[in-house]
Structure formats: C-alpha cells, structure tokens
C-alpha cells in the first residue's frame, strides 16, 4: 500500500539553525516526491519536488531535499531557519502516470528567537 | 494562487443535511482535485477529475459526489452530512501541458472550506 510517513510530528529550532525534516514513503513503483508548506488558514504551497535526475532538489525559499531510493526517504533541508519559516510542512508521493496522491500527516514548525 | 476560489469558505450544518461545496478556477485547467484535511491524517484525496463530466474516485470518496459540468467548476457534494464530515475541504488544480514531472507540473491549491457537521 502507498504512504508517506512524517515521523515528526513538531519541531522546535532556533533561529538561524539548521532544519531538516524527514519523510520516509512507501510507494510500489518509482514516485514522485514533494514537499509543501502550509500556513495557518492557507492553502498548501510547493516548495520542491523530484521526478527524475539529480536527487539533489533545490526548492523556494532556500529549501533542498534529497531523494535516497535505497532508504525510501525524501527528507527536506535547511541550512539556516527564519522565522517566518515557522508553519507546518508536508510529505507528499504521487504516480507518474495518473493522479492519486498521498501525504504524509505534517511536521509542524516552531522557530524561536 | 492559480485563480483557485472556494466558495463557502466556512460552513456549519446539521447531520442530515446536504452540502455543496464549489470550487472555481478561471485557467481553464483540465485536472481538479477535492481533499479534506484532518489532524492526524494530512490530506487525503476525495475525488478528482479530468475534463468535463470526467471523474474519479480518491482514497476517501465513502459518502461524498462530485459533478463537473464546466472546466471552471468542480462541485463536491455530501448527501448527507454526517459528523465524521466535519474537515478543512481543500480544491486544488494540476498545472502542466501533460507531461508529468515537467517545470509546469504542479498542484496549486485554493484557500479551503472549513465545515463543521453539528
């Protein structure tokens, strides 16, 4: 069966440190990944996805992730933490082909001063 | 934001009664997606469609109906509301000429629906 599996929950770092939030999946064919941010009351923006390549992804607003087919994990980085970084965070795999998507139940963020 | 509206943006219902939720785009985009989003689950896939009277089934399409008559409109129905209803409805459009995992190939969503079933 397919899922994406966030196996945290919450997250609290500091200001100007480094992020990383992780994202296990278990897919039957090769996926497609992505990682979204949510802020309260909005909709889910993109902030990368993989599909084929490099599994070194750069997304928006300084976010990488990297695809490591041989752990199952698409886990997004940071290097330095905002504040305004500070929302909730999605997991998501979906088909190649096709249109049923899955994600995972969300890191919720907290940066502190 | 895609051109994405939902309309209501917050609604409170009885068990029993029926709800329609609408959601517009106004980019002629051929795929469209209903999700609910719920604590602890993340977003899971209601139903979604195609093109214009084309549609299919999610994840979790138990007690819910879609219609789309227009590509602009994908309306998301729920016969008859129960509790286990009660959600954040999220639309959402697929962008891209087809090609799967090209630079367009993106879901943009709208801003969402809060019902609650009383």
């Known amino acids: 069966a397919q899922s994406v599996t966030q196996p945290d929950i919450h997250i609290t770092v500091s200001e100007g440190a480094s992020l990383e939030l992780r994202c296990n999946y278990s897919y039957g064919a090769t996926p497609y990944l992505f990682w979204y941010v949510q802020s309260p009351g909005q909709g889910l923006q993109l902030l990368l996805k993989y599909f084929s390549g490099d599994t070194l992804v750069q997304g928006i607003k300084g976010f990488e992730a990297e695809f490591k087919r041989s752990q199952s994990s698409f886990n997004l980085r940071k290097p330095s933490v905002h504040w305004s970084d500070a929302a909730e965070y999605f997991c998501?795999?979906?088909?190649?082909?096709?249109?049923?998507?899955?994600f995972g139940t969300g890191t919720s963020l907290t940066v502190i001063p | 934001d895609a051109g994405i509206t939902q309309s209501p943006r917050h609604k409170v219902t009885e068990t029993g009664t029926p709800v329609t939720l609408r959601c517009h785009q106004t980019?002629?985009?051929?795929?469209m997606y209903w999700y609910r989003q719920d604590p602890g689950h993340g977003l899971r896939l209601i139903h979604y469609?195609?093109?214009?009277?084309?549609?299919d089934k999610g994840e979790v399409s138990d007690g819910y109906s879609v219609s789309r008559s227009k590509t602009e409109d994908f309306l998301l129905t729920l016969e008859s509301a129960t509790s286990s209803q009660t959600s954040v409805y999220f639309c959402a459009i697929r962008q891209g000429t087809g090609l799967a995992g090209g630079p367009e190939d993106e879901q943009f969503f709208g801003p969402g629906t809060r019902l609650t079933v009383l």
């Open positions: 980019e002629n985009h051929r795929y």
């Open positions: 469609s195609y093109g214009v009277k084309d549609t």
């Open positions: 998501a795999v979906g088909p190649r082909t096709g249109n049923q998507f899955y």
